[in-house]
């Protein structure tokens, strides 16, 4: 159980494009869902905290206006890339908790993000 | 600024020792102390984690020391394994907003 899926697993677009990649809680329902970024060799940083229903909250830092997150049901949350850039190209994970008293996240599998 | 610090940045550790992996953390209102592996090209993966009423947690051949005085905590694999080689990332939360903050990671390699 507690399985997240991301899809796609990899994209790789042209400059000023937009991507959208989905987050999905398969067996439980995530109340919350965060959204981190990796570059190579490096550790997860958040990016912003996403609640069912409501707006997403982001860590400083993070464009509100280019990474726009949407948690529009239990199960599903989207993070667009707006007009990506190559400094944008990284690895996005995103992990779900289901709102219960336990700490535990699961995370997803990552997409990797490839802007040319 | 890191608000959890992890070390060593790597370590090569020959089947069957045990590799050891430090964290240190500032924020005491920390209550909730993950470890999570990660594979090349993959998401992390929960290992095993501890809350600091607890001094130590043994999950198999990873163990985790826990020191709430020294705001320090540490990775144990035993036996270690060629499978086993991956990054490993020490993390923190609290109940209020459960974000994680990690730790810069330490890669894991295990030679046959």
């Known amino acids: 159980g507690a399985v997240v899926s991301q899809h796609p697993s990899w994209v790789i677009c042209k400059s000023g494009t937009s991507v959208k990649i989905e987050c999905r809680s398969l067996?439980?329902?995530?109340?919350?869902m965060f959204w981190y970024r990796q570059f190579p060799k490096q550790s997860l940083m958040l990016m912003a905290t996403?609640?069912?229903?409501?707006?997403?909250?982001?860590e400083q830092g993070v464009e509100k206006d280019k990474f726009l997150i949407n948690h529009a049901s239990l199960t599903l949350s989207t993070l667009t890339v707006t007009s990506a850039h190559p400094e944008d190209s990284s690895f996005y994970i995103c992990?779900?908790?289901?709102?219960?008293?336990?700490?535990?996240?699961?995370f997803g599998p990552g997409t990797r993000l490839t802007v040319l | 600024q890191q608000q959890v610090k992890q070390s060593p940045q790597s370590l090569i550790v020959q089947k069957g020792g045990i590799s050891i992996i430090n964290c240190a953390y500032e924020?005491?209102?920390?209550?909730?102390f993950p470890w999570y592996q990660q594979f090349p090209g993959k998401g992390p993966a929960l290992l095993i984690a501890?809350?600091?009423?607890?001094s130590e947690k043994k999950e198999g051949r990873f163990t985790i020391s826990f020191n709430k005085s020294a705001k320090q905590f540490s990775l144990h694999i035993m036996d270690s394994q060629p499978g086993d080689s991956a990054t490993y990332f020490c993390?923190?939360?609290?109940?209020?907003?459960?974000?994680?903050?990690f730790g810069a990671g330490t890669t894991v390699t295990v030679r046959a």
């Open positions: 992990s779900a908790r289901d709102g219960g008293p336990q700490e535990e996240q699961f």
């Open positions: 067996d439980f329902q995530a109340t919350t």
């Open positions: 996403s609640n069912e229903g409501s707006k997403a909250t982001y």
């Open positions: 924020n005491t209102a920390f209550d909730y």
């Open positions: 501890i809350r600091p009423d607890v």
């Open positions: 993390a923190a939360s609290t109940q209020s907003d459960y974000k994680l903050s």
